[in-house]
């Protein structure tokens, strides 16, 4: 694979074929410029080179065509502009040992607002409050809308890190392509991330198990009704202290796997991080909950396709039938989210050599029956919010299956753990974690 002018040439399973990049990833991509280094620290820029192929799949935009659309011009990180909290409107920090997901935000956020035709406006930072939208706003009633999931972790060095910033910059776009949304420059918006994180940095745990939770967020405003463009935007991103995401931590879970309930389909919009996506899923998460179990094992087609687990990427680790050790995990055909977190581990696992490793479907009958003739070792989810889950069962068609996940002497998915654990609080030196300076 290889990258042409602003196109990719992206490998499918049937052909190569070019598909046009959206001006901003491709300024983002391509620069490999000197100003380009000066703004991704600690050797992001030779990371772009070496993931490229993984990159350039985050930019796969499935059966979809987007060549028509055009720079909608940026923000710059030069123009922000800052509010802080006055001291009564400054919150008490949470005890890290009690923090739960998603509860607690910190003092301040950052907003940029776009309108037609004028554009991007400056980008501010200002004490939390509630958005300001008008009760027609196209995010309220069509569902015009993503976000992503990212971190900032507190290094043993004392030192605050990104993890993969460009993945989750490239991702937003694609969404913001898939939602004929407005464009900007992804290096501009990190750096205002990078000035929102310093002036919270108080709010980032001092602790490994824990982490700052940056959720970017972009929504139509316009206020009317119809289903159409929007004419009006918003972008924004909060932040908060988190530790495990699951209540129960790190210990393993089991799963309901119903091949009536469907999270995503061919031509639709699950490789991107759209909110549309995840409400659906709500109910079929509270009826996994009512059988006894705890996520939800997304399946696909008549052959019962494994594609994610709950809102994470999925893992298959088993002895296949020559014998080999190999690693599994759904290719990137249009049903399935890009992860950041499932791209580490696939780059991590080609660099070791331990074990086969292939993007490929895999079915529950190959599951079931790797289960039962005790080949299948591990099964485990990967995601921002949680890292890794290991999987102790999967609840299939009125069957409970076992999975040893946790009975390995060393599980790959601890040896993946803690490979990224390291690179997020800076034990080990790695491109790429990215410094907030």
């Not at 983002?28 to 050797?43: D, V, W």
């Not at 006055?86 to 998603?102: A, E, R, T, Y």
């Not at 709950?310 to 298959?316: K, L, Y």
Request: charged residues 20%; proline residues 7%; hydrophobic residues 40%.
């Amino acid at each position: 694979m290889m990258m042409i002018g602003s196109s990719f040439l992206v490998y499918t399973a049937a052909n190569f074929t070019r598909k046009s990049v959206p001006p901003p990833i491709s300024r983002f991509m391509a620069g490999y410029s000197i100003s380009f280094c000066k703004t991704f620290h600690n050797g992001l820029f030779h990371q772009i080179r070496k993931s490229l192929v993984g990159v350039a799949n985050l930019a796969h935009t499935s059966s979809h065509d987007y060549s028509t659309a055009v720079s909608d011009g940026t923000f710059k990180a030069s123009d922000l502009q800052v509010k802080l909290a006055k001291p009564d409107q400054l919150q008490k920090k949470p005890d890290v040992g009690n923090l739960i997901f998603g509860k607690c935000f910190t003092d301040h956020m950052f907003t940029a607002e776009w309108e037609k035709p004028t554009g991007w406006g400056p980008p501010k930072i200002s004490p939390l409050e509630p958005l300001r939208i008008h009760p027609a706003a196209k995010v309220l009633h069509y569902a015009i809308e993503l976000f992503e999931g990212m971190k900032a972790y507190r290094g043993s060095d004392g030192k605050i890190r990104l993890f993969r910033p460009d993945l989750n910059m490239i991702r937003l776009l694609q969404g913001a392509r898939r939602s004929m949304l407005p464009s900007f420059d992804p290096l501009e918006f990190v750096e205002c991330m990078k000035r929102l994180i310093k002036i919270e940095e108080e709010w980032i745990p001092h602790s490994e198990t824990s982490s700052l939770y940056i959720r970017p967020t972009f929504i139509g405003t316009d206020p009317s009704l119809g289903v159409a463009l929007s004419n009006h935007a918003m972008l924004f991103v909060i932040l908060c202290p988190v530790g495990p995401y699951f209540a129960t931590g790190f210990k393993p879970v089991s799963l309901f796997a119903d091949p009536s309930y469907v999270r995503a389909w061919p031509g639709g919009c699950g490789d991107t991080k759209l909110g549309a996506n995840y409400a659906p899923t709500v109910f079929v998460q509270k009826t996994a909950e009512a059988a006894g179990l705890q996520q939800v094992l997304w399946l696909y087609g008549e052959d019962n396709q494994l594609t994610e687990v709950g809102t994470m990427n999925i893992f298959v680790f088993m002895k296949n039938e020559k014998g080999e050790r190999e690693l599994i995990t759904p290719p990137l055909n249009g049903l399935i989210l890009p992860g950041v977190t499932r791209q580490s581990i696939l780059d991590l696992a080609r660099e070791w050599k331990d074990f086969k490793v292939t993007e490929r479907t895999i079915t529950m009958k190959e599951v079931i029956q790797a289960q039962k003739e005790k080949r299948l070792l591990e099964v485990f989810g990967a995601g921002t919010a949680c890292i890794v889950c290991p999987v102790s069962a999967i609840s299939f068609q009125g069957t409970k299956y076992d999975i040893p996940t946790s009975e390995q002497e060393s599980p790959v998915y601890q040896k993946f753990l803690k490979q990224l654990s390291d690179i997020y609080y800076g034990h080990i030196s790695h491109p790429w974690g990215v410094l907030v300076d």
